[in-house]
């Protein structure tokens, strides 16, 4: 498919959005809350993917990007992030056959080669068990940065069209964007933040350019269809400019109708 950049071209939009992108955040604090280990609480936060599969594959959408590890979590106790890791392998275990016969196609993002080598190896089989679906596309961003992504996708350009070094004139944001690590996804329609945090925190930050964001102080682990039907229908009433006034949007729908 043609990906569309949101700041040169108007994509288009409808109710359903096609590309969904979640900040899984509140496992901890949830767990903390009813006096739980936060391990409890990144378990229960397991489920809680798979809820929102079931839901935005029901619903219509087609991309669903979930936020799992920053390149910043690694700043967390050792314990946690060890647990983090584990519960990883887990799910790659558990999960990655039930998500191929669902037509479901598993990519992951960021710099995995900090992982240890079983994982990494475990991360390519899941991406290569799944390769051939196209039914719905689900992206484990781990070990990921927004800036991260915009600097590997410019030294990826510049290695592949060493000629642009003396030549920046002629970069643009299709010859950068190609690189992204979600260069094959359109960009998301809605962002969801779970926790009561309202920040991107550097995820995806080439990509949200023009994204409706959502924020909620429900923690992930309690993050049901309700909460994601009532995000939906929030962003349903959104009305998406990109860049033009009220008066144009109104004006072409006018048109059509």
């Not at 040169?8 to 992108?21: F, L, Q, T, Y």
């Not at 598993?106 to 079983?118: A, M, N, T």
């Given at each position: ?16 959005p096609e ?6 955040d ?13 391990s ?5 936060g ?15 959408t087609r ?12 700043r ?11 519960l ?31 994982l ?24 990921y ?26 970069i643009?944001?299709?010859s ?27 995820f995806l ?13 429900k923690?992930?682990?309690e ?15 959104r ?9 144009q949007i ?8």
């Amino acid at each position: 498919m043609k990906i569309i950049s949101s700041t040169k071209r108007i994509p288009e939009v409808s109710d359903i959005p096609e590309h969904v992108a979640i900040i899984m955040d509140g496992n901890g604090r949830w767990a903390t809350k009813r006096h739980l280990p936060r391990s409890a609480g990144h378990a229960r936060g397991v489920q809680s993917v798979r809820n929102a599969l079931e839901y935005f594959g029901a619903l219509g959408t087609r991309y669903l990007t979930l936020f799992a590890f920053s390149s910043e979590n690694w700043r967390r106790p050792s314990e946690e992030v060890n647990l983090l890791m584990g519960l990883f392998v887990q799910a790659l275990e558990r999960e990655v056959d039930e998500l191929s016969s669902k037509g479901v196609r598993l990519r992951v993002i960021g710099d995995v080669s900090r992982f240890e080598p079983k994982l990494q190896r475990m991360i390519q089989q899941a991406q290569d068990t799944t390769a051939h679906n196209e039914a719905f596309h689900l992206t484990i961003a781990a070990n990921y940065g927004g800036r991260w992504d915009i600097l590997q996708a410019t030294q990826k350009m510049l290695s592949l069209d060493p000629a642009l070094i003396d030549n920046p004139s002629l970069i643009d944001e299709d010859s950068l964007a190609r690189h992204l690590s979600m260069a094959w996804a359109p960009e998301p329609d809605l962002f969801i933040r779970t926790g009561g945090e309202q920040r991107i925190s550097n995820f995806l930050i080439w990509q949200l350019a023009y994204t409706e964001l959502y924020f909620t102080d429900k923690y992930w682990p309690e993050f049901g269809a309700g909460d994601m039907d009532a995000a939906v229908q929030w962003y349903r009433h959104r009305e998406r400019r990109f860049g033009r006034t009220s008066a144009q949007i109104h004006a072409v729908a006018e048109k059509v109708n």
